[in-house]
């Protein structure tokens, strides 16, 4: 600070240091002072608005919860090698060519799957 008359930041305080700057933010994080969720932020007279009114949370909402029930309640009701497909397919990021050939299914077997696995889908969902 004596040096250039003002705060140094988070580049140069991790080079007098000798650490990365990602340690030093983690450590400038780890001093502030905790606020409570019900913490006032405006006050109008009337309504006041929280921290906790201010915070928002767009993974978890009601219609990504019952998604994932509906999804989980569709995939319990596969057979085991319907599950597989699944699993390699929209959890491991695998082709459909890559699944194909590690279940050994031949590309014309595959089309009439998918054809069938597209009503069953459609009627789970509805």
């Known amino acids: 600070m004596r040096e250039h008359q003002r705060e140094p930041d988070i580049v140069e305080l991790a080079r007098a240091m000798n650490v990365p ?6 450590a400038l994080d780890a001093i502030l002072d ?19 009114d201010q915070v928002g949370d767009t993974r978890n909402t009601d219609d990504h919860w019952l998604a ?4 989980r309640e569709a995939i319990d009701g596969l057979d085991d090698r319907e599950k597989r497909i699944i ?3 929209f959890f491991e990021g695998r082709t459909q060519m890559e699944v ?3 279940i050994h299914l031949s590309p ?3 089309k009439q799957e998918k054809g069938q696995k597209a009503g069953k889908t459609a009627a789970v969902t509805a």
């Open 108 to 110: 014309n077997k595959r």
């Open 34 to 52: 905790p606020v409570s969720l019900f913490e006032p932020v405006f006050h109008d007279g009337t309504d006041t608005v929280c921290v906790m």
């Open 87 to 89: 699993r390699l397919r």
């Open 100 to 102: 194909a050939r590690e």
């Open 21 to 26: 700057k990602e340690e030093v933010v983690f």
């Open 68 to 71: 994932a029930i509906a999804l």
